[in-house]
């Protein structure tokens, strides 16, 4: 069935710098993988998401790109700020389980001001 | 700002109690997803329906958990008996015609001691 595994499980950066957390999938038939940003005590929430008609989506300062033949993807963020602190989390549709999402462990990002 | 509500947020109960949390998804999503979150395992989902119809509950321990549909408002998911193991946040979210975007509630911290 689809794995989805995540890199890194933690990441640290200054504000202002920019974080990349990178997602790579198992099933080729995927073919929506959306991104979550859980912060501490409280629910995941969609923050972008992308298809595999298209390579990379932006939206301000977050944007996702998409290999479909390597089967990765990753989270750009740019001029980073002490709230974006929180676990990320990445995730593929897998059509060959049923339409389930499958999800990434998460990194967590810490952004320090 | 329609959202996916659940209650209780917390709950405390003793080893072999019933528990029952409840879900009331997004007005009009038609697709409904459980989902449990611990450190260890990440984010699993347990079941999800369509239209009020099971589709998936693969990874949910039939022996002691079970998940209903009674109406298109209300979601439920049951632990019965329930077991300390059974300890983490579960999130019911929502989602509208296919699986893909879905919007998370603000989940049922269970503790089982």
């Known amino acids: 069935g689809e794995n989805v595994e995540q890199h890194p499980s933690t990441l640290s950066v200054q504000e202002g710098d920019s974080a990349v957390i990178k997602c790579t999938y198992s099933d080729s038939a995927s073919n929506y993988f959306p991104w979550y940003k859980q912060e501490l005590g409280k629910r995941p929430q969609l923050i972008i998401d992308?298809?595999?008609?298209?390579g990379e989506k932006k939206d301000q300062r977050i944007a996702v790109t998409l290999n479909k033949t390597a089967k990765h993807f990753s989270l750009h963020i740019t001029e980073t700020q002490p709230e974006d602190s929180a676990v990320y989390f990445c995730?593929?549709?897998?059509?060959?389980?049923?339409?389930?999402?499958?999800f990434g462990q998460g990194t967590e990002l810490s952004v320090k001001p | 700002d329609a959202r996916v509500t659940q209650t209780p947020r917390h709950k405390v109960t003793e080893m072999g109690q019933e528990v029952t949390m409840r879900c009331q998804p997004i007005?009009?999503?038609?697709?409904v997803f459980w989902y449990r979150q611990t450190m260890m395992q990440g984010l699993e989902l347990l079941a999800y329906?369509?239209?009020?119809?099971?589709?998936?509950d693969s990874g949910m321990p039939k022996d002691r958990f079970s998940a209903e549909m009674p109406d298109a408002t209300l979601a439920t998911l049951k632990i019965q008996p329930s077991e300390p193991r059974d300890s983490a946040v579960y999130f019911c979210?929502?989602?509208?015609?296919?699986?893909?975007?879905?919007?998370f509630g603000p989940g049922t911290r269970l503790t089982v001691t």
């Open positions: 995730a593929a549709l897998s059509y060959n389980q049923g339409g389930k999402l499958i």
């Open positions: 979210a929502s989602g509208l015609g296919s699986v893909d975007e879905q919007y």
């Open positions: 007005l009009g999503h038609n697709t």
């Open positions: 329906f369509r239209n009020r119809a099971p589709l998936d």
């Open positions: 992308i298809r595999s008609n298209v």
